[in-house]
T-cell receptor, first 114, second 117 residues
Framework: GESVGLHLPTLSVQEGDNSIINCAYS??????FIWYKQESGKGPQFIID?????DKRQGQRVTVLLNKTVKHLSLQIAATQPGDSAVYFC?????????????FGQGTELSVKP | GAVVSQHPSRVICKSGTSVKIECRSL??????MFWYRQFPKQSLMLMAT?????????EQGVEKDKFLINHASLTLSTLTVTSAHPEDSSFYIC?????????????FGNGTRLTVT
């Protein structure tokens, strides 16, 4: 069945360093992925998304890479800041373009050391 | 941008009582909203899809008689946890997507922390 999972449950980085958060998926037909950031006690916040016809997409300080061959995607955060400390989830819609039932990965907790 | 609001943000109730959680779309109309549950240190799990004007669709394993969903208007969905028990203590989060925004991602509320004593 469908599943979206993360390799590392926790990640600790020094402020100013780059962070890389990984995610694996199992359904080779998956065509859309989303990264969310969840701060403590809050709901998920959209960061960036990518469609399967792309290998890379960049946002402000964030880059998502998609490797369809090995069914893996990553979120790279440049010059990580203390405000980036949160849990990051990759997610995949179960029904594309129909309102968004999402399957979430297990999450990676990013901790930024000052 | 699209905003989804939840109320209350925190609620504590006694075992056996019912609790209602509201989810509102503030600047758009949402014919469909989604309710998720999140236990500590775990991921979000979809509970049900709330459909305006019709019955909610529940995910496998979610008791529809325990988690009552009402989507009476295009901007409001409510989740009522009936006869709550300590094991229902969790973080409940709703989401919605503006219908005219194509493939735009879901927007989530800030969640409701339910504690059942």
């Amino acid at each position: 069945g469908e599943s979206v999972g993360l390799h590392l449950p926790t990640l600790s980085v020094q402020e100013g360093d780059n962070s890389i958060i990984n995610c694996a998926y199992s359904n080779s037909a998956s065509d859309y992925f989303i990264w969310y950031k969840q701060e403590s006690g809050k709901g998920p916040q959209f960061i960036i998304d990518i469609r399967s016809n792309m290998d890379k997409r960049q946002g402000q300080r964030v880059t998502v890479l998609l490797n369809k061959t090995v069914k893996h995607l990553s979120l790279q955060i440049a010059a990580t800041q203390p405000g980036d400390s949160a849990v990051y989830f990759c997610a995949e819609p179960t029904i594309y373009n129909q309102g968004g039932k999402l399957i979430f990965g297990q999450g990676t907790e990013l901790s930024v050391k000052p | 941008g699209a905003v989804v609001s939840q109320h209350p943000s925190r609620v504590i109730c006694k075992s056996g009582t019912s609790v209602k959680i509201e989810c509102r779309s503030l600047d758009f109309q949402a014919t469909t909203m989604f309710w998720y549950r999140q236990f500590p240190k775990q991921s979000l799990m979809l509970m049900a899809t709330s459909n305006e004007g019709s019955k909610a669709t529940y995910e496998q394993g979610v008791e529809k008689d325990k988690f009552l969903i009402n989507h009476a208007s295009l901007t409001l969905s409510t989740l009522t946890v009936t006869s709550a028990h300590p094991e229902d203590s969790s973080f409940y989060i709703c989401s919605a997507r503006a219908p005219d925004r194509g493939n735009s991602p879901l927007h989530f509320g800030n969640g409701t922390r339910l504690t059942v004593t």
